[in-house]
């Protein structure tokens, strides 16, 4: 059976070179996953099969063809018109995952794609996003206090914190304030556990196997009775939090557009729902597996927290060269409060593999024709670590190289929110969101690793295999700075 897979599979998605003699080298098809996602998100296959198969391959998931690109040349023949682009169907990963999010506005297409983004694009504007700063601090500095509070199981001389663990719902909180008007304790509690449903309900969607394939919505249990419940806590979350936000919130909270938006028809309610997850839920898992590394690779380099610190104390000074005022700083993107926090993205990007979507038209990449329809997916360490044109020092972790440069000078070669026409729709939010809280920890406390085999490269460091993005496990012990004791 194996056996006529393959070929079938071959015969089915044929990707020749240009002149027609070679086939597109990769992983052969291997029942009933292939090689997605349980080995291209959490085992990170991507240094071995670059290594096995070249800049250029082909892995299979379940049966869909995805083509492997990391050169800027080709991501740039590819993405120049991204808005035209269609995502895989669920992402690949089959029906659980398309019921918690297969109708959201990052899966969507063309004509579809746009009315959705009209819907819902309203609060994250990059006019927006300073004006949100004030609500971030709050919910950081409650944050911080809380984790003081626990200083004593954590030690008096400096904290041993896993960022992961410390603030994980910190984004959770500040996306619910700025969509439905700042979110009531029960709302937070509420929130909280839905969050933890959802969490079991997509590593389901990740592993696969039943939860691939269609057969597998018939067989009943737990999964499907995880799902309903699911399903009915998300929607009457958000039905209350419109009638709260319409009753008594504050009147522009965006949840009222939206739910505006399903009554006039541009939206179903399925569409609002799923979007609503992608921004609240799977966005939870990226920014803090994004932000992770931060700490992580200050605390092994204490010349780039004290420059940071400087800076920090110069804005908050509003000294000469500093930016005017702290939000001015918060905003800006080329301190290096800013540049760490995107050297720390290049070396640890956010996933090893970027989402799969198909160009609507043929393209020949790196040597081979890919069929109009058929998923592109970037593999983002070959481009943001070991492309020559990061420079021979492309290994090291050095903020400093995005200093003075311009975001067109990497265009093509650093994956972090997409490329071309369609892009993260949070970027400019979440900028904002991780400055503000790096910020905060850099003024406060000193870093130090607190973990084991000190000496080992970045590029040795593990990640959370529990998780399919990439999450930093290495503890660091943070300290409190003399000056604010
Ligand atoms: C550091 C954190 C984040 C990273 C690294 C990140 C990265 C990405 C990437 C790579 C994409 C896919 C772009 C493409 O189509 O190729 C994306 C899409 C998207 N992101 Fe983010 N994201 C982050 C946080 C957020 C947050 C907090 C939100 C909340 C609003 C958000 C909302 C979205 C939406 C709605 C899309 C789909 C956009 C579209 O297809 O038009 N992201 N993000």
């Known amino acids: 059976m194996f056996q006529t897979n393959q070929a079938y599979l071959g ?16 992983c052969p098809y291997v029942y009933p996953n292939g ?21 250029i ?3 299979w998931n379940g049966t869909r063809p995805e083509v492997i690109v990391g050169c800027p040349e080709d991501i740039k023949g590819i993405f120049r018109d991204s808005g035209e682009h269609l995502k895989a169907p669920d992402m690949n990963a089959g029906w ?10 990052g899966l969507a297409n063309q004509s579809d794609w746009s009315r959705i983004l009209a819907a819902m694009a ?6 927006a996003a300073s004006e949100y700063i004030d609500l971030m601090e709050k919910r950081v500095k409650k944050a911080m206090a809380e984790l003081e509070s626990k200083k004593d199981q954590l030690g008096q001389n400096g904290m041993v914190i896993n960022p992961a663990n410390e603030f994980l719902y910190l984004p959770l909180f500040i996306l619910g304030d700025i969509l439905y008007g700042s979110l009531d304790k029960e709302m937070e509690e509420d929130l909280r556990s839905i969050a933890l449903l959802r969490d079991q309900l997509w590593k389901e969607g990740m592993s696969g196997g ?3 394939y269609a057969i597998g919505r018939f067989v009943p249990g737990g999964r499907r009775r995880m799902l309903l419940s699911f399903h009915r806590r998300w929607k009457s979350f958000n039905d209350r939090a419109y009638k709260r936000a319409q009753d008594s919130g504050p009147a522009n909270a965006p949840v009222i557009s939206m739910y505006r938006s399903v009554s006039e028809g541009a939206l179903t309610e399925t569409e609002l729902l799923h979007t609503l997850d992608e921004m609240i839920f799977v966005n939870l898992d990226v920014t803090v597996g994004n932000f992770s590394w931060n700490p992580v690779f200050l605390a092994v380099h204490p010349e780039f927290q004290q420059k940071i610190r400087e800076e920090i104390q110069q804005a908050r000074r509003g000294g000469e060269g500093a930016l005017g005022s702290w939000k001015a700083y918060l905003s800006s993107t080329s301190t290096l409060l800013m540049s760490s926090i995107l050297e720390s993205s290049r070396l640890k990007p956010m996933a090893s593999f970027a989402v799969p979507q198909s160009c609507p038209s043929e393209r020949v990449v790196g040597g081979f024709v890919i069929p109009a329809h058929t998923e592109i997916v970037v593999d983002t360490g070959a481009l943001n670590v070991e492309n020559p044109a990061w420079g021979a020092d492309r290994h090291e972790y050095n903020p400093e190289r995005f200093i003075g ?5 990497w265009r093509y070669r650093f994956w972090r929110f997409g490329f071309g026409p369609r892009q993260c729709l949070g970027r400019h939010v979440v900028d904002i ?3 503000t809280l790096l910020a905060e920890i850099v003024e406060n406390y000193t870093l130090t690793p607190g973990w084991e085999e000190r000496n080992k490269e970045h590029s040795e460091w593990a990640k959370d295999p529990e998780v399919w993005l990439n999450l930093a496990i290495q503890p660091t012990v943070w300290k409190k700075r003399e000056m604010h004791v």
């Open 11 to 26: 015969w089915r998605y044929p990707i020749k070179s240009a002149d027609g003699q070679n086939t597109i080298p990769g």
């Open 35 to 55: 090689q997605g996602n349980m080995e291209k998100f959490y085992n990170d296959m991507s240094k071995k099969w670059r290594s096995d198969y070249g800049p």
């Open 57 to 59: 391959y082909r892995i």
């Open 96 to 105: 659980v995952v398309g019921e918690l999010m297969g109708k959201c506005l």
């Open 122 to 127: 309203g609060p994250f504007h990059q006019r």
């Open 210 to 212: 039943l939860a691939r």
């Open 405 to 409: 440069k311009n975001a067109v000078s």
């Open 433 to 435: 969101m991780l400055k």
